[in-house]
């Protein structure tokens, strides 16, 4: 098949994206597959290949991407970019996608798993991998996906949703409770979230979080166990737990730097507390309506109960990254997840 690998693009989990990018480009041409990688923002800018020609590029366009430590200056990003046009696509990406077989999303965050893609390409009747736009919008808003929980009976955390100026946070310092997690409404590989435990750490937070617009979710934190359960087509995957081994939370740094966390699969949690998880993981994958694949996160607190705190559309792709070691659990390999999810989508499940 011809296959567009979309990544990239224009959020603060670029990099990440590139990266799942580049392996699942990879995977997909070890399997046959006339794989192409391309930055759905840069887009073909500087490629001498015509666009008919782009799925027998060497390597597939393939490059050797890294994820650094701190999320890339997106600024510098938009910047590099010849073509000035408001676009997120960039050049030729929208021709080359409408002359493939499929476009696999490796895109993360706001550039990709809000939906607006989805949109565009239903529109232009183009196939491609994972949920649909409704779903991918309702699910990246953590508050509407609080508000599903709710409606669906799957526990989580007592929260509120703010829209906020910055005349607003000293009365707000003052008057939410703390500990408490402050997110941002639409944040993900944890950028856009803090942890504060203090007056004047909450008022650092609420600061901070005006760089991402202003609007956030703030919810109770809860000491516990972090674990993350995967759905693949209408099952779930053995769950995985997450351990921070630089004594913070598991940051944007734990979850992309080699050494700063553990990832035990299967997690160490008893049959009863891996199925409670598991059913509730497709239970919300259900009822926001998304198809193919997800991964859903949880605390487990210090009595054994799991409190369900958000959802990924498109969880990270990365050598790294825990749906591939889910998979891995039950004896798939990295390509077989690649061609499973592609296999689904098309299919229509």
């Known amino acids: 098949m011809k296959i567009i690998v979309l990544a990239g693009g224009l959020s603060p989990e670029r990099q990440v994206s590139l990266v799942s990018g580049q392996g699942i480009c990879r995977a997909l041409r070890g399997l046959g597959h006339r794989a192409v990688l391309v930055d759905m923002f840069l887009g073909l800018e500087g490629c001498a290949i ?3 020609d782009i799925f027998d590029a060497p390597d ?3 490059t050797q991407e890294e994820i650094t430590a701190q999320a890339p200056d997106l600024a510098a990003v938009r910047a590099s970019r010849r073509d000035q046009s408001p676009s ?5 990406v929208l021709e080359v996608c409408r002359l493939a077989d499929a476009v696999f999303l490796g895109l993360h965050g706001e550039c990709g798993e809000d939906g607006r893609v989805q949109a565009a390409f239903d529109l232009l009747g183009i196939p491609y991998t994972g949920s649909g736009h409704l779903a991918s919008g309702m699910a990246m808003n953590k508050a509407v996906t609080k508000q599903v929980m709710a409606h669906a009976g799957i526990p989580t955390l007592p929260w509120r ?3 906020y100026r910055a005349e607003d946070i000293p009365r707000l310092t003052e008057e939410l409770p703390l500990p408490a997690a402050v997110k941002t409404i639409n944040g993900g590989s944890s950028l856009g979230l803090a942890l504060p435990e203090t007056r004047e750490a909450l008022r650092t937070a609420l600061e901070e979080m005006l760089h991402y617009g202003g609007h956030v979710i703030v919810e109770r934190k809860l000491q516990g166990r972090d674990i993350t359960v995967g759905v693949l087509g209408e099952e779930y995957l053995p769950a995985v737990e997450i351990i921070s081994q630089n004594g913070s939370y598991f940051d944007y740094a734990a979850k992309y730097q080699a050494g700063q966390s553990l990832e035990v699969c299967p997690a160490p949690i008893t049959p009863e507390q891996q199925r409670t998880m ?3 993981a497709l239970k919300l994958h259900r009822a926001l309506g998304l198809r193919v694949y997800s991964r859903t996160d949880f605390i487990l607190d210090g009595e054994g109960r799991a409190w369900c705190l958000e959802i990924n ?9 825990l749906l591939p070691k889910e998979a891995a659990a039950i004896g798939m390999s990295y390509p077989e997840l690649c061609q ?3 296999d689904l989508s098309l299919s229509g499940i």
């Open 88 to 92: 997120l696509f960039g050049p030729g």
């Open 313 to 321: 559309t498109l969880p990270g792709m990365t050598p790294g990254s």
């Open 60 to 62: 597939g366009l393939c």
């Open 340 to 342: 499973r999810i592609l």
């Open 50 to 52: 015509a666009p008919e």
């Open 161 to 163: 949703e703010l829209r």
């Open 278 to 280: 598991g059913e509730l």
